[in-house]
């Protein structure tokens, strides 16, 4: 049991454990986190079944992708972290789908209206031009997004009090104006915000080396003493509470459908 150990230990083992990838299974029971309430990637799943060619932008490790059933006979998913590159091409190329390395901010890599599906789940960002430019008319983007002031309670522990534009970006209203600007409509849009407990100070170090834009520049050094009064505080009174805040968007390029 986590409680038993020692600081020491509990950030050891946090530090050496692989961050590749998007799988969280490694906070089984050191962690916790609601889901939202309408299932990504079971509905991700059922648009995959439907689609002839599809595109998954920053795939991670192609986890989400390759939980779905069935994929479309054309399959592409885009990754621009390397560790990650390899990961997917290993899950998902068995799966008959292709992996191409491509860094997060360039233009996509491929033709206009080359998909009639374009997914994404917790992109860094989003460039809807880009994503309309290569839908096919009357084309689907679907995705998950990470939403406004995420993990807020966990950021300002070690960063303190953040500026307001900092705890209001990435908000859906935002987004709905940025893919109607792109010429897309805009279909669906749904929000939650979602509890999250922290069981001991290893998961707090694990999941700021994971998801490295909560903290820009986060070690385990470089904030050892703030760790260290979290993990007594967490032993003291309980498991560190945050809420996550995501998004659901689905937007669709104006016009006919191409037959197949």
Not at 63 to 72: G, M
Not at 153 to 161: A, Q, S
Not at 173 to 191: H, N, S
């Amino acid at each position: 049991m986590s409680g038993d150990r020692t600081f020491e230990e509990l950030v050891r083992e946090a530090v050496e454990a692989s961050v590749d990838g998007w799988d969280f299974s490694w906070f089984e029971g050191r962690a916790t986190e609601e889901r939202p309430p309408w299932g990504y990637a079971c509905s991700m799943a059922e648009r995959l079944a439907g689609a002839a060619a599809a595109l998954d932008i920053q795939t991670g490790g192609g986890e989400v992708l390759a939980s779905a059933p069935a994929l479309p006979p054309l399959t592409v998913a885009t990754e621009g972290w390397p560790p990650n590159i390899a990961r997917a091409t290993a899950l998902l190329h068995p799966r008959g789908a292709v992996v191409v390395a491509s860094p997060e901010e360039a233009p996509l890599p491929f033709a206009e209206a080359a998909f009639d599906l374009v997914t994404s789940r917790h992109p860094v960002r989003t460039y809807w031009s880009e994503i309309a430019r290569v839908l096919r008319p009357g084309g689907t983007y679907f995705s998950q997004q990470v939403g406004p002031a995420s993990a807020v309670e966990l950021v300002e522990y070690f960063l303190g009090l953040q500026p307001a534009e900092v705890r209001g970006a990435r908000d859906p209203r935002r987004a709905r104006a940025e893919a109607e600007a792109a010429g897309l409509e805009v279909v669906d849009l749904q929000e939650a915000r979602l509890r999250m407990e922290f069981l001991d100070i290893g998961a707090v170090v694990h999941f700021l080396r994971k998801v490295i834009w909560m903290v820009p520049g986060f070690t385990a050094e470089r904030y050892e003493s703030r760790l260290r009064s979290l993990h007594e505080q967490i032993r003291s009174r309980g498991p560190f509470v945050a809420h996550s805040t995501r998004f659901l968007v689905e937007a669709r390029k104006p016009g006919t459908p191409l037959s197949r």
